[in-house]
């Protein structure tokens, strides 16, 4: 895949199943963006943290939404809080109306599980073109 001028930030993966999150990291990976791949959201948000005082910016995050320890949605929270206007995705298997109100209120898009290798590549080629860096 041709790498086109970097943005120089990275993409977040969060899934509490640890293959699927390197896999999916890999997969980003591939399209010449940095990853962190995390499988705990409590972690995630931390490396969130970290990654700002370091003054690296945060593209875009790929997360599930049910995970034990914290749910995805109030991970989305606590890092729009540190990151507004980042470009976020759920991919998961779940649904319903507190998924897809928040998924509405905070322009999230959900990609539904099993089959997320083609939407996970789109959203981050529309994230290549998009992303200004800040
Ligand atoms: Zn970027």
Redesign the pocket.
């Known amino acids: 895949m041709q790498v086109e001028k970097d943005?120089?930030?990275y993409v977040l993966v969060v899934d509490d199943e640890g293959e699927l999150a390197e896999m999916m990291g890999a997969w980003v990976r591939s399209t010449g963006y940095e990853v962190v791949v995390k499988e705990d959201p409590r972690e995630a948000l931390l490396a969130v943290k970290q990654k700002k005082l370091e003054g690296v910016?945060l593209?875009?995050v790929l997360s599930d939404y049910n995970m034990p320890n914290m749910m995805g949605s109030e991970l989305i929270d606590g890092i729009l809080a540190e990151s507004p206007g980042t470009k976020v995705a759920f991919v998961t298997g779940s649904n319903g109306q507190l998924l897809e109100d928040f998924a509405a209120k905070h322009q999230v898009l959900v990609i539904e599980k099993p089959d997320i290798f083609q939407p996970v590549i789109r959203f981050v080629e529309e994230?290549r073109r998009n992303?200004?860096?800040v």
């Open positions: 943005c120089g930030g910016h593209c875009a994230l992303c200004k860096g």
